[in-house]
C-alpha cells in the first residue's frame, strides 16, 4: 500500500472517529505500530522482550516525504482537520513554519498539505512546521497552535566519495605480506540509519596481488613478498567504495592510492672490476690524488653510503684512501714523498663497506668488496737536491779577500746526473759580500767583513742544472763573523766633571768606566791609568779599581778659578784581549766654586763675573737700560723726519678722481636757497671758478668761457657737445695738475618740447612761469594744475 492511500485512510479515520467537538485540531498520518486487543502475549523482540498485542492508535504530530519525487503531480503530505470545522467554509487553515508556503503549501479550506518541489535529504533531513486554525471572517484562532515535523525518507541518490584522492603512501621493501600501508576511507551522504544506502565496502580494482585491501576498514596491506625496490619502485592501486553493502545496484566512487617501495639495505657495494692501475709523477705533492675508484650500490641514500680503507700495501703509510661522501667515490691521496729513483711500483688492497647495515639483511651478505690498487710511479726532471736543508759557516772579521769560508754541495736525483751550477741570489747578498765557485760549491768572501756592524749574513745559494736551467733549488746559508779584537775602549759616556776650589788632596771627583764593540769570549777586562806625559806635572791622578772603573782623584789641597778653570786629564784605557788595543781619553774638568758641603755653586764664566762683583740682576738692569736709550735715539729720528715740507698733494687727497665731501644734507626738494642746483642742469649757467685743493697755484688765470655749441639733431647731440666742452676747458686749464684727473659733472640735457616738469629749474628763471596751461591737458593733470596753477593772490596767500 503506497504512502498516499495511507494518508486518505488517515483523512478518513479522523473524520469518522475524531470529529467530536473540542478533541483539538489533528494532523492525521495512520501509524505502523501494532495492534491493541485484548490478546495476550504474541512472541518476543529481537532483545527477548516479550510483545503486547494492542489495538491499532493514530500518531498526528509527524509525516513522511520521500526525497527527489520525480512524479508529474504535487506530493500529498497529509491533512489537517479542526473539530471547529463544520464544512461551512468558516475556517481558515494556516501553515507556519520551514519552508511554509515555499515548498510546503496547504489548502485553506480543506486542510490538504502538498510538497511543490522535490527534496534532497542530504540538503534538510527534516522540516518543522506550525498549523493553526482560524476564523475566516473575524481572523481568530479557534484552536491553539499545533506543532508537527515532516521526515525526508532517504533513498540511495550519493555514491561513496573518498576524503582524498590520489593517496600518497610508502612502504620499505622487502617488507612482509600483511604489512600495512596506508588506510583510505570514504563516505556516503545518504543517512546512515536507515537501510544499507550508506553501508560501504572496499574493493581493489587494480594492484593486485600486490597488495589488498580491508573491505569493512579501507586498510591497504601488502599482499606479495619480497618486493625489491630495485625491480620496481612505484606501483598504482586503484580502491572502490561501493554502499548498499555491495550488493549489486549500489552506486560506487573510486580513487588512486600511488605507493612507492622505500629503500632498504639489502644489495652490499660491489666494486667494477678487480684491478686498478695508476699512474702518477714522482712530482706529486703530498696530499695530492693519486686516483678514484667508485663501487657501486644498487641502494640509495644513507643505505648506499660506503667506507673504504686500505688492508694491505707494501708501501706502509705511502697512501690513505678517504671517502668522497657525496659521490661514495674512494679518493687515493699520497702520505710520504715519491721517488722514481728508489721505488717505482707500489701494490694496495683496498675493502669498502656500506656504512648502515641491516642486521634483518645479513644473510643476504657480506656487505663489503675488496680490490687491487697499482700505482706505477714516473720519472720526473727533478731540480737538484742539496745535501743539507742549511748550512751554518764561520769566518772571522779579520779574513782577506777571496777567502774560502765553507762549501755547498747538490746533484741531480734523477739518472742522467747532470751537472749543478751554484750562484748566490743577489737579492739575499744586496751588497755583494760574497760569491760561491760556479762549479764546486765553494763560498768565499769579496769585502773586509765587521763582526761590530753585522754579525751575522743570511744568504741563499741556487743550484741550478746545465742541461735544464729552468730546474733549480735553494738553500739557505747562515754565516757567523766572529770576532777580533780590533777596537780600542772608550770611555762609557762623555762626563761632565767639575772639582770645587777648597777641594782636598785624594778627594774623589769622578768615577769613570769604558765601553767597548768587540766581545771577547772571556769578558771585558779594562785596564786604566794616566798618560805618560801628563804624569809629571798631574794636578790629578787615576786609580784603576780593577772592576772596569776607576777614581779621578785630586792631588792638591785647592784650586783657583781665576787662574785656571778647566783641566783636560788625559786617560789610557787598555783592554785585556790579545792583540790589546788602547786609546786615550780626554776627560775636562771644570772647577766650580762650591759650598762647605762640596755642592757646586759658580763655574767657569759665572764665577768670573762673580769676582768681577756683578751678580746677574745687574747684568739684566744694565741690558734693559741700554735697550730703553735705543728706543728713545729711534724715536727722536721719527719726529725729525715728520718736521720735513709737506708735499703740494696730502696724501689722503691724493685721489685722482679729486672727489670733494661737503658734509652737507640741504633742506630738501623745497629749498631753494641752499644750494644753486641749476647750474648743474643749465650748460647756459656760468659756473663760478674754484681754485683746486690738490696743489698751490703760483698764479692764477680766469676760467675761459667758450660759447655753448648748437644742439645736433641726434638726440644726445646737447649732451656729446657739452663734455666735449668741457674736456677742452680742462685741456687749457693751466691750473690743472700733470696727471689724467677725473672730473664728474651732472648734465641731463637741453630739455624737450615739453621742458622739464621739475621745480628746480625754475630757480634760475627771474620771471614767474605760467602753469595755466596745465589745466587744459585733462583730469590727469588736474592735481598739478591746482599746485603751480591759479593767480598771483593765491600763491602769495
Request: charged residues 25%; negative net charge.
Given at each position: 500500500?503506497?504512502?498516499?492511500?495511507?494518508?486518505?485512510?488517515?483523512?478518513?479515520?479522523?473524520?469518522?472517529?475524531?470529529?467530536?467537538?473540542?478533541?483539538?485540531?489533528?494532523?492525521?498520518?495512520?501509524?505502523?505500530?501494532?495492534?491493541?486487543?485484548?490478546?495476550?502475549?504474541?512472541g518476543e523482540d529481537a532483545n527477548g522482550v516479550p510483545l503486547r498485542r494492542s489495538k491499532r492508535g493514530w500518531m498526528w504530530n509527524q509525516f513522511f516525504l520521500l526525497e527527489e519525487y520525480t512524479g508529474k503531480d504535487l506530493q500529498y503530505v497529509g491533512k489537517l482537520h479542526s473539530?471547529?470545522?463544520?464544512?461551512?467554509?468558516?475556517?481558515?487553515?494556516?501553515?507556519?513554519?520551514?519552508?511554509?508556503?515555499?515548498?510546503?503549501?496547504?489548502?485553506?479550506?480543506?486542510?490538504?498539505?502538498?510538497?511543490?518541489?522535490?527534496?534532497?535529504?542530504?540538503?534538510?533531513?527534516?522540516?518543522?512546521?506550525?498549523?493553526?486554525?482560524?476564523?475566516?471572517?473575524?481572523?481568530?484562532?479557534?484552536?491553539?497552535?499545533?506543532?508537527?515535523?515532516?521526515?525526508?525518507?532517504?533513498?540511495?541518490?550519493?555514491?561513496?566519495?573518498?576524503?582524498?584522492?590520489?593517496?600518497?603512501?610508502?612502504?620499505?621493501?622487502?617488507?612482509?605480506?600483511?604489512?600495512?600501508?596506508?588506510?583510505?576511507?570514504?563516505?556516503?551522504?545518504?543517512?546512515?540509519?536507515?537501510?544499507?544506502?550508506?553501508?560501504?565496502?572496499?574493493?581493489?580494482?587494480?594492484?593486485?596481488?600486490?597488495?589488498?585491501?580491508?573491505?569493512?576498514?579501507?586498510?591497504?596491506?601488502?599482499?606479495?613478498?619480497?618486493?625489491?625496490?630495485?625491480?620496481?619502485?612505484?606501483?598504482?592501486?586503484?580502491?572502490?567504495?561501493?554502499?548498499?553493502?555491495?550488493?549489486?545496484?549500489?552506486?560506487?566512487?573510486?580513487?588512486?592510492?600511488?605507493?612507492?617501495?622505500?629503500?632498504?639495505?639489502?644489495?652490499?657495494?660491489r666494486f667494477n672490476k678487480t684491478l686498478y692501475e695508476f699512474r702518477v709523477s714522482e712530482s706529486t705533492e703530498l696530499g695530492g690524488s693519486m686516483g678514484v675508484i667508485q663501487a657501486m650500490d644498487a641502494d640509495i641514500g644513507e643505505n648506499a653510503e660506503m667506507d673504504y680503507r686500505?688492508?694491505?700495501?707494501?708501501?706502509?703509510?705511502?697512501?690513505?684512501?678517504?671517502?668522497?661522501?657525496?659521490?661514495?667515490?674512494?679518493?687515493?691521496?699520497?702520505?710520504?714523498?715519491?721517488?722514481?729513483?728508489?721505488?717505482?711500483?707500489?701494490?694496495?688492497?683496498?675493502?669498502?663497506?656500506?656504512?648502515?647495515?641491516?642486521?634483518?639483511?645479513?644473510?643476504?651478505?657480506?656487505?663489503?668488496?675488496?680490490?687491487?690498487?697499482?700505482?706505477?710511479?714516473?720519472?720526473?726532471?727533478?731540480?737538484?737536491?742539496?745535501?743539507?736543508?742549511?748550512?751554518?759557516?764561520?769566518?772571522?772579521?779579520?779574513?782577506?779577500?777571496?777567502?774560502?769560508?765553507?762549501?755547498?754541495?747538490?746533484?741531480?736525483?734523477?739518472?742522467?746526473?747532470?751537472?749543478?751550477?751554484?750562484?748566490?741570489?743577489?737579492?739575499?747578498?744586496?751588497?755583494?759580500?760574497?760569491?760561491?765557485?760556479?762549479?764546486?760549491?765553494?763560498?768565499?768572501?769579496?769585502?773586509?767583513?765587521?763582526?761590530?756592524?753585522?754579525?751575522?749574513?743570511?744568504?741563499?745559494?741556487?743550484?741550478?742544472?746545465?742541461?735544464?736551467?729552468?730546474?733549480?733549488?735553494?738553500?739557505?746559508?747562515?754565516?757567523?763573523?766572529?770576532?777580533?779584537?780590533?777596537?780600542?775602549?772608550?770611555?762609557?759616556?762623555?762626563?761632565?766633571?767639575?772639582?770645587?776650589?777648597?777641594?782636598?788632596?785624594?778627594?774623589?771627583?769622578?768615577?769613570?768606566?769604558?765601553?767597548?764593540?768587540?766581545?771577547?769570549?772571556?769578558?771585558?777586562?779594562?785596564?786604566?791609568?794616566?798618560?805618560?806625559?801628563?804624569?809629571?806635572?798631574?794636578?790629578?791622578?787615576?786609580?784603576?779599581?780593577?772592576?772596569?772603573?776607576?777614581?779621578?782623584?785630586?792631588?792638591?789641597?785647592?784650586?783657583?778659578?781665576?787662574?785656571?778653570?778647566?783641566?783636560?786629564?788625559?786617560?789610557?784605557?787598555?783592554?785585556?784581549?790579545?792583540?790589546?788595543?788602547?786609546?786615550?781619553?780626554?776627560?775636562?774638568?771644570?772647577?766650580?766654586?762650591?759650598?762647605?758641603?762640596?755642592?757646586?755653586?759658580?763655574?767657569?764664566?759665572?764665577?768670573?763675573?762673580?769676582?768681577?762683583?756683578?751678580?746677574?740682576?745687574?747684568?739684566?738692569?744694565?741690558?734693559?737700560?741700554?735697550?730703553?736709550?735705543?728706543?728713545?735715539?729711534?724715536?727722536?729720528?721719527?719726529?725729525?723726519?715728520?718736521?720735513?715740507?709737506?708735499?703740494?698733494?696730502?696724501?689722503?687727497?691724493?685721489?685722482?678722481?679729486?672727489?670733494?665731501?661737503?658734509?652737507?644734507?640741504?633742506?630738501?626738494?623745497?629749498?631753494?636757497?641752499?644750494?644753486?642746483?641749476?647750474?648743474?642742469?643749465?650748460?647756459?649757467?656760468?659756473?663760478?671758478?674754484?681754485?683746486?685743493?690738490?696743489?698751490?697755484?703760483?698764479?692764477?688765470?680766469?676760467?675761459?668761457?667758450?660759447?655753448?655749441?648748437?644742439?645736433?639733431?641726434?638726440?644726445?647731440?646737447?649732451?656729446?657737445?657739452?663734455?666735449?666742452?668741457?674736456?677742452?676747458?680742462?685741456?687749457?686749464?693751466?691750473?690743472?695738475?700733470?696727471?689724467?684727473?677725473?672730473?664728474?659733472?651732472?648734465?641731463?640735457?637741453?630739455?624737450?618740447?615739453?621742458?622739464?616738469?621739475?621745480?628746480?629749474?625754475?630757480?634760475?628763471?627771474?620771471?614767474?612761469?605760467?602753469?595755466?596751461?596745465?589745466?587744459?591737458?585733462?583730469?590727469?593733470?588736474?592735481?598739478?594744475?591746482?599746485?603751480?596753477?591759479?593767480?598771483?593772490?593765491?600763491?602769495?596767500?
Open positions: 500500500m503506497d504512502r498516499r492511500k495511507v494518508c486518505v485512510l488517515m483523512v478518513l479515520w479522523a473524520m469518522a472517529h475524531l470529529g467530536s467537538p473540542g478533541y483539538g485540531l489533528r494532523a492525521l498520518r495512520r501509524t505502523t505500530g501494532v495492534r491493541r486487543g485484548s490478546a495476550g502475549l504474541s473539530d471547529s470545522d463544520r464544512g461551512d467554509g468558516s475556517v481558515r487553515y494556516v501553515l507556519n513554519g520551514d519552508g511554509a508556503g515555499t515548498i510546503f503549501k496547504i489548502d485553506e479550506k480543506s486542510g490538504d498539505i502538498h510538497a511543490t518541489k522535490r527534496l534532497d535529504r542530504e540538503e534538510k533531513a527534516y522540516y518543522i512546521l506550525h498549523a493553526k486554525a482560524v476564523n475566516r471572517f473575524t481572523n481568530e484562532a479557534l484552536e491553539g497552535e499545533s506543532e508537527f515535523i515532516i521526515k525526508i525518507h532517504d533513498i540511495n541518490d550519493n555514491e561513496p566519495r573518498f576524503t582524498k584522492d590520489p593517496y600518497m603512501a610508502r612502504v620499505p621493501e622487502m617488507s612482509d605480506i600483511g604489512t600495512s600501508v596506508i588506510q583510505v576511507t570514504a563516505t556516503d551522504a545518504d543517512d546512515a540509519t536507515y537501510g544499507n544506502s550508506a553501508r560501504v565496502v572496499y574493493s581493489i580494482l587494480e594492484g593486485q596481488p600486490y597488495f589488498s585491501v580491508d573491505p569493512e576498514t579501507g586498510l591497504i596491506k601488502t599482499a606479495l613478498p619480497g618486493m625489491d625496490r630495485e625491480v620496481k619502485e612505484k606501483y598504482q592501486v586503484v580502491i572502490q567504495a561501493k554502499d548498499m553493502a555491495g550488493q549489486m545496484g549500489g552506486l560506487s566512487g573510486t580513487t588512486t592510492v600511488s605507493i612507492t617501495l622505500s629503500d632498504v639495505n639489502d644489495n652490499p657495494p686500505i688492508i694491505g700495501s707494501d708501501g706502509p703509510g705511502m697512501f690513505d684512501i678517504v671517502t668522497n661522501r657525496s659521490t661514495q667515490a674512494g679518493i687515493v691521496v699520497l702520505r710520504k714523498p715519491l721517488d722514481f729513483e728508489r721505488k717505482r711500483q707500489y701494490s694496495l688492497r683496498v675493502q669498502v663497506e656500506n656504512v648502515h647495515i641491516n642486521p634483518r639483511f645479513f644473510s643476504m651478505g657480506p656487505f663489503r668488496d675488496e680490490a687491487t690498487i697499482k700505482i706505477i710511479v714516473e720519472d720526473m726532471d727533478e731540480p737538484p737536491v742539496f745535501e743539507r736543508a742549511s748550512y751554518v759557516m764561520e769566518v772571522k772579521e779579520d779574513a782577506a779577500r777571496n777567502t774560502v769560508i765553507g762549501s755547498v754541495s747538490a746533484t741531480d736525483p734523477d739518472d742522467k746526473k747532470s751537472l749543478i751550477r751554484y750562484t748566490i741570489d743577489r737579492r739575499t747578498d744586496m751588497d755583494r759580500v760574497f760569491n760561491v765557485h760556479a762549479g764546486n760549491g765553494s763560498v768565499f768572501i769579496l769585502r773586509e767583513l765587521d763582526r761590530e756592524e753585522n754579525a751575522w749574513h743570511n744568504i741563499s745559494v741556487i743550484a741550478t742544472e746545465f742541461n735544464n736551467p729552468r730546474l733549480f733549488s735553494r738553500v739557505p746559508v747562515y754565516i757567523r763573523v766572529l770576532d777580533v779584537n780590533d777596537n780600542a775602549p772608550t770611555f762609557a759616556t762623555n762626563y761632565e766633571t767639575f772639582v770645587c776650589e777648597n777641594a782636598k788632596a785624594n778627594q774623589r771627583i769622578q768615577t769613570v768606566s769604558a765601553t767597548d764593540p768587540d766581545d771577547p769570549i772571556e769578558g771585558h777586562r779594562f785596564l786604566f791609568h794616566l798618560a805618560q806625559e801628563a804624569a809629571g806635572k798631574a794636578n790629578f791622578s787615576v786609580r784603576d779599581n780593577k772592576d772596569n772603573t776607576a777614581w779621578i782623584l785630586t792631588r792638591r789641597n785647592s784650586y783657583n778659578s781665576l787662574q785656571k778653570s778647566i783641566y783636560h786629564v788625559p786617560v789610557v784605557i787598555s783592554d785585556g784581549a790579545f792583540p790589546q788595543q788602547s786609546s786615550t781619553n780626554t776627560l775636562t774638568i771644570r772647577v766650580c766654586t762650591c759650598d762647605r758641603e762640596g755642592n757646586m755653586k759658580l763655574c767657569n764664566a759665572e764665577a768670573l763675573t762673580a769676582r768681577a762683583g756683578l751678580s746677574t740682576g745687574a747684568l739684566v738692569a744694565i741690558l734693559l737700560c741700554v735697550i730703553i736709550l735705543l728706543m728713545i735715539v729711534v724715536l727722536f729720528a721719527a719726529l725729525r723726519r715728520q718736521r720735513k715740507k709737506e708735499p703740494l698733494i696730502i696724501s689722503k687727497e691724493d685721489v685722482r678722481d679729486n672727489v670733494v665731501s661737503y658734509n652737507d644734507e640741504g633742506g630738501g626738494e623745497e629749498d631753494t636757497q641752499a644750494f644753486d642746483i641749476g647750474t648743474l642742469r643749465n650748460p647756459e649757467a656760468i659756473e663760478e671758478s674754484k681754485q683746486r685743493r690738490d696743489i698751490v697755484p703760483e698764479t692764477f688765470f680766469p676760467p675761459v668761457r667758450r660759447p655753448v655749441l648748437p644742439p645736433t639733431r641726434d638726440n644726445n647731440g646737447d649732451v656729446r657737445d657739452f663734455i666735449n666742452q668741457r674736456l677742452q676747458d680742462n685741456d687749457s686749464d693751466p691750473t690743472a695738475p700733470p696727471y689724467d684727473s677725473l672730473a664728474t659733472y651732472a648734465y641731463e640735457g637741453n630739455g624737450s618740447v615739453a621742458e622739464s616738469l621739475s621745480s628746480l629749474e625754475s630757480v634760475t628763471t627771474e620771471g614767474d612761469q605760467d602753469y595755466n596751461y596745465l589745466s587744459e591737458w585733462g583730469p590727469r593733470f588736474k592735481k598739478l594744475a591746482d599746485m603751480y596753477g591759479g593767480d598771483d593772490s593765491d600763491r602769495d596767500s
